[in-house]
């Protein structure tokens, strides 16, 4: 039991991991083969674009913070300014990221892309991640 995966704090084996947001938005779009091809080669980009944003956001905050040693404000207002700049061209990879899913669904598939677009916000957030809903009876 101790070399064995940990117990889940309910004393029982861990819940199977949540499904991944990919799959999930593969299913909910009801994507054929083609689809499926080109939706991955969409996140293959996206992902590459994020981790480009993601190192600049962790370099700027290692500055930010290796601020406080100087305590310069000047310095500290150009780096916040340059997170928030950065932070919004995240935000704005993500939402071209799904206009670019628009672009791929079929007309007969944008009713289930528009109800996807009222999930979004769940599919992604941390804690849906971290903590998935309990089973529905």
């Known amino acids: 039991m101790l070399l064995g995966n940990p117990l889940h704090p309910g004393m029982g084996r861990p819940p199977f991991r949540k499904e991944a947001p990919r799959e999930t938005i593969i299913q909910m779009l009801h994507f054929d083969k083609e689809q499926a091809v080109q939706y991955k080669q969409l996140i293959d980009q996206h992902q590459a674009s994020i981790r480009d944003l993601d190192d600049k956001i962790s370099d700027t905050k290692n500055e930010l913070y290796q601020s406080l040693s100087t305590e310069n404000i000047a310095s500290k207002d150009s780096l ?13 990879i993500h939402y071209a990221h799904f206009m670019d899913i628009k672009k791929i669904c079929r007309p007969d598939q944008l009713g289930e892309f528009d109800k996807l677009t009222k999930e979004l916000s769940r599919l992604f957030s941390r804690t849906a991640r971290n903590n998935p809903p309990p089973p529905k009876d």
């Not at 932070?87 to 704005?92: L, R, S």
């Open 80 to 92: 916040l300014l340059t997170l928030a700049d950065l932070q919004k061209q995240v935000e704005a």
